[in-house]
Nanobody, 124 residues
Framework: QVQLVDSGGGLVQAGDSLRLSCTAS????????TGWFRQAPGKDRDFVAA????????NYADSVKGRFTVSRDNAKNTVYLQMNSPNPEDTGIYYC?????????????????WGKGTQVTVSS
């Protein structure tokens, strides 16, 4: 079992920066992909970014590419999502998730463990 605690959300203005954190405990592994997803009110949970292999492999949704950066600190078992130049469309609850199989995926259904989510609100 893996326990994930995601944090760092808040209210920011468009163009500001925000960094989310996801700290894992339990049976963790650097080969296990960690993904970030977000869910806006009334919408599906969408893929944002993912990372694995100690940070050597990353994947981003087109909507955040060039603005968001996913990284990890293996010593702290923590994955970060640096959000630069956010816009109101980035508003939502952000969840981190991990999966036991080692292939990165953009599909939420294949992730096994989830954090409780952290709210991000971007004002215009």
């Amino acid at each position: 079992q893996v326990q994930l605690v995601d944090s760092g959300g808040g209210l920011v203005q468009a163009g500001d920066s925000l960094r989310l954190s996801c700290t894992a405990s339990g049976r963790t592994s650097t080969t296990s992909p960690t993904g970030w997803f977000r869910q806006a009110p009334g919408k599906d949970r969408d893929f944002v970014a993912a990372i694995r292999l100690g940070g050597q492999i990353t994947n981003y949704a087109d909507s955040v590419k060039g603005r968001f950066t996913v990284s990890r600190d293996n010593a702290k078992n923590t994955v970060y999502l640096q959000m630069n130049s956010p816009n109101p469309e980035d508003t939502g609850i952000y969840y981190c998730a991990s999966k036991t199989k080692t292939v990165i995926s953009r599909s939420a259904v294949v992730y096994d463990f989830w954090g409780k989510g952290t709210q991000v609100t971007v004002s215009s």
